[in-house]
């Protein structure tokens, strides 16, 4: 054979083995979607209110949140603002659907059974973006 035949046997074959190498990799990318999809901004969430209710002696914080999105929001209820160390916090989860920024969201958690000679504190823990509803 001749040394052109050669060399066109070896550009074919390295051809090949270039489309087995990255052609999966290609794939892969483009079912991907290209990159991560962008998370929405935090929420501004805060406690209105803190207060224990008289008939069931449990804690009831008012949330309101502003943003876009859907949210879960752990609200954390302790015996005073500065947690103790080591100290264990009662939380509670709310869901906060669809907030738009034209109107805030309000909510209410439900604390624990409070002690009647201690006065509760209420505040955000930390806010999650929701999955979306199946």
Do not use: H, N
């Given at each position: 054979?001749?040394?052109?035949?050669?060399?066109?046997?070896?550009?074919?074959?390295?051809?090949?083995?270039?489309?087995?190498?990255?052609?999966?990799?290609?794939?892969?990318?483009?079912?991907?979607?290209?990159?991560?999809?962008?998370?929405?901004?935090?929420?501004?969430?805060?406690?209105?209110?803190?207060?224990?209710?008289?008939?069931?002696?449990?804690?009831?914080?008012?949330v309101e949140a502003r943003g876009t999105?859907?949210?879960?929001?752990?609200?954390?209820?302790?015996?005073?603002?500065?947690?103790?160390?080591?100290?264990?916090?009662?939380?509670?989860?709310?869901?906060?659907?669809g907030l738009t920024p034209a109107a805030?969201?309000?909510?209410?958690?439900?604390?624990?059974?409070?002690?009647?000679?201690?006065?509760?504190?209420?505040?955000?823990a930390g806010a999650a973006s929701a999955?979306?509803?199946?």
């Amino acid at each position: 054979m001749s040394a052109l035949k050669w060399q066109g046997w070896l550009v074919g074959l390295v051809g090949v083995a270039g489309l087995l190498v990255f052609a999966p990799l290609g794939l892969y990318v483009w079912a991907s979607g290209g990159g991560p999809a962008a998370t929405p901004p935090p929420p501004d969430v805060r406690v209105t209110a803190c207060r224990v209710d008289p008939a069931s002696r449990r804690v009831v914080a008012a949330v309101e949140a502003r943003g876009t999105g859907s949210y879960v929001v752990t609200v954390e209820f302790r015996d005073r603002e500065p947690p103790a160390p080591g100290a264990r916090t009662a939380r509670a989860l709310i869901a906060v659907p669809g907030l738009t920024p034209a109107a805030p969201a309000q909510a209410e958690a439900i604390g624990p059974v409070w002690p009647p000679s201690t006065t509760p504190w209420c505040g955000i823990a930390g806010a999650a973006s929701a999955p979306p509803p199946r």
